[in-house]
């Protein structure tokens, strides 16, 4: 189906909810005394939201509003991912000391509409849709980086992180103009069409593809366009980077998929995506793939600081999961969407532990972790344990599961590939180094006698933490829902 | 079987801070297993070879994952081992006094994982368990370990992943080798003729004149040859040995060792045998044998009573890698008992040194004298094992070493040379050990040592008489694997 404005807000209410609420926050926020309320607003709208997208799964995938966007399983899938993500992200800040501090209001708004902003990005069809979409997420995620007053570093990581930002989607429009200038449209299926025809300039379309990379790649954070992200993590308040790490990874996953898959190629026999041939994009992401987990794992090596730890090792999982992107399969794809899923849990669930113990210590230094078990914490402690080494990838957590399928729809290629995959392997085998590390400091050190101790129990926080860890191990041991959930939302709609 | 440990485990989580209440759990748990085990071994049917007490289930439909157990005479030799050992060593952990409620429940969980990977016969299961192993281990080494524990956690984790990553991508790759895609190790076995063996064009392939079946083999047996400890992967076992607590030190080499030939045995053989034929000369035999040497060589040069026992099984794996490469009968069984025996009395050894650091608190061979006039009923035990363990005849380490080199003679008499001449080496530092130790005056300092309790006692006697029924009638042990072992064997035979 093709629908027209009016018509096409039939399927647009998650959005519209979202939109409300963003609005009514920012009333409120004059009104209400206790900021708290807020927060639960945000909540409630968030849930809201997810019910109206569950919903939409029995509506007929097709564009909305003159084929800016499309409506399929798979945006469903990246908009329910959003917001699961927001609604942790809200908890977190509920229980997060660094919130309580700043202008509540204004954060939870600004929250949702970089929620919202992820909608756009995963449903969009339309290069300049694409570029709104982006620039969306991007400008609400400078303040939020630059949110904590008084706070040099947060200051700092948000004018880092701006700069960045600009360049590389300055970058990617550019590469956009190209596409724009050898097709005649800035509609994928039209595109799509144009590049069938003969008299394309293979160089030229291929440095538009490079160009247009390097707007994805900054959200996926993908190696040379990782640099803001040690930074902007260790500045931004902990909830909003357990957000920003996940989310908007995964935003522009969504929106990376959507372009270069149904976008620009087609499904050819034997259920591998052919790419117009003489542009080799997927052998510059194999490429890319390999330098940044690489890259990720080695710089994380010596980091001192646990969430600039947990930002390279983000980044070395961006670069597993651009794994599933270069071998061109459904597999690969399919093995994406079920790491990021994956990814959010024990991503959350590691910042959860690392705010709260900055709660109450004050500091994010793997040296404060120093017996952190023996010290009144055996429970975070044990947490943190099962989603690290969940991200190392050890069964039977549900990171190994993940690991499992990615390394499967690369070694199902053979070839080549085989290479990617052994290089994968033993990055995975360097992570365990560093993250062991912080383990090891948690229950291997004994405590410095000037360590205070931290009384974790009763925190509203472990409440959140404790459904993460089961989770963490349930989708290790039992994955089949998840599994098909996320086979099925690869459906695009492609006409 | 498998479950059990790991029930207790989560009944040991809930139980309140009582050291006595947790320990005593802990125990209870670790019986039924053993009577299982022992049920096992006697309704087990000696005469057919193939899988017995099968228990299959689907896991993950979509991945022909399944939840498939079950066990052939090597396996069920294993599980009575393991199930022993586990009983045993949690009575031997009764002096941890740190975190008891931890230390016992990270216990369970390694039992758990030990039976898992000796029942799994899915690929992934398998997989699963041997991972899951891993991590109580890196704990129960790093918390409850000596002065340099952290080090040794870590150096044996990190080895141990690095192999099993090798493992995996091989796992990943033998499944898209088969059709239907599976991880059925037994269809495996069936198709095993699918894994081409045709020279692969690339370096370094190329030159070594190598298959598919080849490169997995040789990843497979990387995995493996870490837990042996085969020659130039065997550095973390010392550091290992010497820094975990007496009974985790029994578990690792009683155990954990021999899941690296039993992977060897379960996977490589009846799933690639023709790079088995071809690989074994140099990967098995001549490794084999030179880790019998090295060991020995290593052992005697030793300072400390934990390493020296530590080398010691290095050497001792040697003849077990040294038979299977024999491809011959005696060899074969010679070298899964040699597994079996190596447990128990390494099991033993590892005990007799706890005993002893308990009293001194150091385990330095220079630093005692005369223990035989102090404790001589500890002394007449530790006799006993150190004579299994040098193979005296009438005791288990005999028949296994005797069967091995038997076994060998007829295939590579030079590496059998190699292989007995370890025999003296190992009579060498184990009696030059015993006359440092317990023979000579009585050290002054150590007089007034307790001799050697109930409890410890208890641990030590049920391997001791092992070590003797199994010296003087091998059939036990022996009737229990032929049948499997010969099927084994002769999946192999006709690619030599």
């Known amino acids: ?495 | 079987m498998t479950f059990i440990p790991l029930a207790g485990a989560a009944i040991v989580l809930a139980l309140p801070n009582n050291a006595k209440l947790i320990r005593w759990v802990s125990a209870a748990a670790t019986v039924p297993p053993l009577i299982m085990s022992i049920w096992l071994v006697v309704n087990f049917d000696r005469n057919k070879a193939g899988f017995q007490f099968i228990e299959k289930y689907q896991w993950i439909p979509a991945f022909n994952i399944s939840y498939y157990m079950g066990v052939d005479g090597l396996s069920v030799s294993m599980i009575l081992l393991t199930a022993l050992l586990c009983f045993l060593c949690i009575f031997a952990s009764f002096s941890i006094e740190k975190a008891v409620k931890g230390y016992f429940a990270l216990f369970l969980m390694l039992d758990a994982g030990m039976m898992g990977v000796f029942c799994a016969l899915d690929f992934f299961l398998f997989f699963v368990f041997w991972e899951v192993m891993l991590l109580p281990m890196y704990f129960l080494i790093g918390i409850w370990g000596g002065p340099r524990r952290e080090y040794a956690a870590i150096k044996f984790f990190l080895y141990t992943l690095f192999g099993s990553a090798f493992m995996l991508i091989a796992i990943l790759a033998l499944y898209f080798s088969t059709e239907p895609h599976t991880f059925d190790m037994t269809v495996m076995m069936a198709q095993a003729n699918k894994f081409g063996t045709e020279v692969l064009p690339i370096w370094p392939f190329k030159q070594l004149g190598w298959g598919f079946q080849h490169a997995i083999w040789m990843a497979l047996f990387i995995g493996f040859a870490i837990k042996i400890p085969a020659f130039p992967f065997h550095t973390w076992l010392p550091d290992a040995h010497v820094e975990a607590p007496t009974a985790i030190s029994v578990i690792l080499a009683g155990v954990l060792l021999k899941m690296g030939t039993y992977g060897i045995l379960r996977i490589n053989f009846p799933i690639l045998p023709a790079a088995t034929a071809d690989l074994a000369f140099w990967c098995l035999g001549a490794l084999g044998a030179w880790n019998i040497i090295y060991g020995a060589l290593c052992a005697m040069a030793q300072k400390d009573l934990k390493k020296l026992v530590a080398y010691s099984s290095v050497s001792h794996m040697g003849y077990v890698m040294l038979g299977m490469a024999s491809f011959t009968t005696q060899g074969i069984n010679g070298a899964v008992l040699q597994m079996f025996n190596h447990g128990t009395i390494t099991g033993m050894l590892f005990l007799l040194v706890g005993v002893i650091y308990d009293r001194a608190h150091h385990r330095d061979i220079e630093g005692f004298g005369g223990m035989a006039a102090i404790m001589p009923v500890y002394t007449g035990v530790t006799a006993l094992a150190f004579f299994a363990s040098m193979g005296l005849p009438g005791l288990s380490g005999f028949i296994s070493e005797i069967l091995v080199l038997l076994g060998t003679w007829q295939k590579y008499p030079i590496l059998t040379i190699f292989g007995a001449s370890g025999v003296i080496l190992t009579a060498g530092y184990l009696l030059w050990t015993i006359q440092r130790v317990y023979l000579g005056p009585p050290n002054e300092k150590y007089l007034k040592f307790p001799e050697i309790s109930g409890r410890e006692m208890f641990t030590l006697v049920p391997l001791g008489v092992i070590v003797i029924i199994v010296g003087i009638y091998p059939s036990v042990v022996l009737d229990m694997l032929r049948a499997s072992l010969d099927q084994i064997n002769q999946i192999v035979i006709p690619h030599l």
């Open chain 1, 1 to 495: 189906m093709d629908l027209k404005n009016v018509a096409s807000l039939n399927f647009f209410c998650p959005e519209l909810i979202l939109s409300g609420t963003v609005l009514l926050i920012i009333v409120l926020d004059l009104m209400v005394r206790s900021k708290r309320n807020l927060a639960l607003i945000a909540l409630t709208g968030s849930a809201a939201a997810l019910i109206a997208t569950l919903d939409l799964y029995s509506a007929q995938p097709g564009w909305l509003f003159h084929r800016m966007m499309v409506i399929d399983n798979f945006s469903l899938f990246f908009k329910v991912f959003a917001l699961a993500a927001v609604i942790l992200c809200i908890l977190m800040s509920l229980g997060s000391n660094e919130i309580k501090h700043v202008y509540q209001g204004e954060y939870y708004a600004l929250l949702l509409t970089c929620t919202l902003g992820m909608f756009f990005m995963a449903s969009s069809s339309n290069l300049l849709m694409a570029y709104l979409s982006l620039e969306l997420v991007s400008l609400t995620s400078y303040v939020l980086t630059g949110f904590l007053p008084h706070n040099r570093r947060s200051s700092e990581a948000a004018l880092k992180y701006l700069i960045y930002g600009g360049v590389a989607s300055g970058t990617m429009i550019y590469g956009m103009s190209w596409i724009f200038g050898m097709t005649g449209s800035l509609d994928y299926s039209a595109i799509q069409v144009a590049l069938g025809q003969a008299g394309i300039n293979k160089t030229a379309l291929f440095i538009a593809f490079i160009f247009i990379m390097a707007g994805f790649g900054y959200k996926i954070v993908f190696v040379p366009f990782h640099m803001w992200s040690p930074d902007v993590y260790q500045g931004a308040p902990t909830p909003f980077t357990a957000f920003l790490s996940v989310a908007s990874n995964a935003a522009g996953l969504a929106i990376m998929i959507r372009f270069f898959f149904p976008g620009v190629s087609r499904v050819a026999a034997g259920g591998v995506w052919a790419y117009t041939s003489g542009v080799e994009w997927p052998q510059v992401l194999l490429f890319l793939s390999m330098i940044t987990m690489t890259i990720g794992n080695l710089c994380a090596l010596n980091q001192r600081n646990l969430k600039r730890m947990l930002a390279y090792s983000g980044i070395a999982h961006a670069g597993y999961m651009l794994m599933g992107l270069a071998v061109l399969t459904n597999e690969g794809l399919s093995a994406i969407l079920f790491y990021v899923v994956v990814y959010l849990i024990m991503n959350v669930g590691a910042f959860l532990v690392v705010g709260m113990i900055a709660n109450i210590t004050g500091s994010e230094d793997i040296e404060n972790y120093r017996g952190l078990a023996w010290r009144g914490a055996v429970v975070p402690a044990a947490c943190l344990a099962v989603f690290l080494l969940s991200l190392t990838g050890l069964p039977p957590f549900a990171g190994f599961i993940g690991k499992f399928f990615l390394f499967a729809a690369v070694l199902e290629r053979g070839g080549t590939f085989i290479i990617l995959a052994l290089v994968a392997v033993m990055n995975s085998v360097v992570s365990l180094y560093y993250y062991a590390k912080v383990i090891k400091t948690m229950f291997l050190d004994s405590p410095n006698p000037e360590d205070k101790t931290v009384a974790a129990a009763g925190d509203f926080n472990i409440t959140l933490l404790l459904p993460l860890t089961v989770l963490t191990v349930v989708f290790g041991i039992y994955f089949s829902p998840l599994l098909r959930y996320t086979t099925q939302s690869l459906k695009f709609f492609i006409k």
